[in-house]
């Protein structure tokens, strides 16, 4: 499987940007995708997940009621659409990929860098 992260940006405070995540090859057995983030000096931490059939979104409680995680699923492209952006969600935005409930993320993908200026 093969992840393609894309979208980050420049983005003012207050701003929105939309990534994508571009998922091929093969897709069978995947149980949900992720969002991620690593902001510099900083762990990895989870942003927000999705079932692969589009459904049961999850989110960390710093985006709630500002990220969407969405799934187009001819497209097998997942999307984080994040609104009234922060300084402090400035990081590389990763996705990744799950095939199990028990399993962990794998499959990282290359990563888009979100800009946060205050």
């Known amino acids: 499987v093969q992840l393609q992260a894309s979208g980050g940006g420049l983005v003012q405070a207050g701003g929105s940007l939309r990534l994508s995540c571009e998922v091929s090859?093969?897709?069978?057995?995947?149980?949900?995708m992720g969002w991620f983030r690593q902001a510099p000096g900083k762990a990895r931490e989870f942003v927000a997940s999705?079932?692969?059939?589009?459904?049961?979104?999850n989110y960390a409680d710093s985006v709630k009621g500002r990220f969407t995680i969405s799934k187009d699923n001819p497209k097998d492209t997942v999307y984080l659409q994040m609104n009234d952006l922060k300084p402090e969600d400035t990081a590389i935005y990763y996705c990744?990929?799950?095939?199990?409930?028990?399993?962990?993320?794998?499959?990282w993908g290359q990563g888009t860098l979100v800009t946060v200026s205050s």
């Open positions: 090859g093969r897709t069978w057995g995947i149980y949900s």
């Open positions: 990744a990929r799950r095939s199990g409930s028990h399993s962990n993320y794998g499959d």
């Open positions: 999705i079932a692969w059939r589009g459904i049961n979104p």
